[in-house]
């Protein structure tokens, strides 16, 4: 798409927004079941092109990708009016007889820009926030998972007029055209390098910007924790998507006197949910495409650490989950977020100096912690900083809606799911009403006489 054609769909848009039908409760309602309905309609589709795409497990896609949408929606819809309406606040003494109040209004026109690795959730997840609020948007699905990109083109141009919801398919020269618009709000999802190029670009025109990032999630193991359990929510938050998700475990560190045990039931849990050719097994979902195969595979041609799996599939873009033992927090494997299924694991005596680590990394999307000490918990929450911390599971916590979900420095600014995400597309307007009653502040206007110098002490 060039860059009239761009600039024209941004007019238009401009134009339907100024026309006030998308700030009415009820148009955002009917929008919003209208969405509903369209994924409903759409799910082999969809679940066609995430297969197409990220050959991802049936059931995995449709809990992800469908069932997640529809959560949101439903739950939008229970309590988009509450979030909606206007909210009284305290007036103070000087401002009687006045009275104030947050009026939510929504920002306007807002671009939503998705990666690939859940390409259609990723996109959606958003829309639903910024129609809710009662927003226009404009969307740009990523190029590297084309087939879902078609996918929400197709839905998305069926189902509502382009004036108020449209899509830019494409890749960086259309991201970067769309960049150049006066949108009122921007929201994107994807790498920390791209979030810096968006956040300059935003700057700009001083939009305001939600930016979901990524980074390297740590899982810390305390020896006080049933084994099994545990490291079976880590084999699973670890290498679900093939390790392709943001709040992957990217890493893990166990306690010494465990490690050993650890590493043999994650050896067991891998042959029992994968099957002895991991790489052929259809319930393992594939790398998105050559580049990021060739990153991961590039790192297991380099180490000489792997206890456990790491074939490859160069025709199928598939990798057996990898173990990595014995990683010293210093190997290039620990410099960058890893995104796919390859598990280091480092070991420790002292929490402080994992501690210490930690807090020494970029700050990361997500903590985790498994462990059933309370002292330990408490340690670990109150000195680490992270968009979250998840204690004794993984990736879960993505699922409660009323959770704001997002990121911290380098994973990211901004809270979205739920009423954070409502709030992410919506300016509380502070607005203030003064009575012509009686003037409780008389004394502000000049000439300032010595009772002023007096009532000074007062204030
Ligand atoms: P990416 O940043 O490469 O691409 C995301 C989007 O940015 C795409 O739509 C793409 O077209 C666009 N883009 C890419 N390069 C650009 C450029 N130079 N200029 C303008 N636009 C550009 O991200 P990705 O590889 O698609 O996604 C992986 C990353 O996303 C990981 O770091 C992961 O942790 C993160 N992520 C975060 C979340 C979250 O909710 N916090 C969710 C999913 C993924």
Redesign the pocket.
Known sequence: MDKTRISRIIQEQIRFFSGGETKKISFRIRQLRILKKAVIQNQELILDALRKDLGKPEFEAYMAEIYAIKQEIGFTLRHIRKWARPRNIPTPFTQHLGRGRFQPEPYGVALI??????PFN?VMVPLVSAVAAGNCAVL?????APHTSKVVARIISKYFPPEYITVVEG??KE??LL?EQKFDRIF????????K??MRAASRNLIPVTL????KSPCIIDRNVPLLAAAKRVVWGKFYNAGQ??VSVDYVVVHREIKEQFIRIVRDLLSKFFGPDPVHNPDMARIIDEKHFSRLTGYLKSVKNIVIGGQWDKKNLTIAPAVLDHVQWTDPIMKE?I?GPILPVLEYEDLEDVIRRINGMPKP?VLYLYTRNNKVQRQVVERTSSGGVCINDSVVQFLNLNFP???IGN??MGKYHGKAGFDAFTHNKAVFKKSFLIDLFFFRYPPFTKLHRFSRRFF
């Open positions: 820009i998705a990666p690939w690795n859940f990723l740009k699905p990523s190029e590297v890749g960086v991201t970067q960049l994107y999802t994807g790498s920390p390098a791209v979030g190029i968006i979901e990032l990524g980074g998700a943001c977020e995104f999307l979900f997002g990121g994973s990211g």
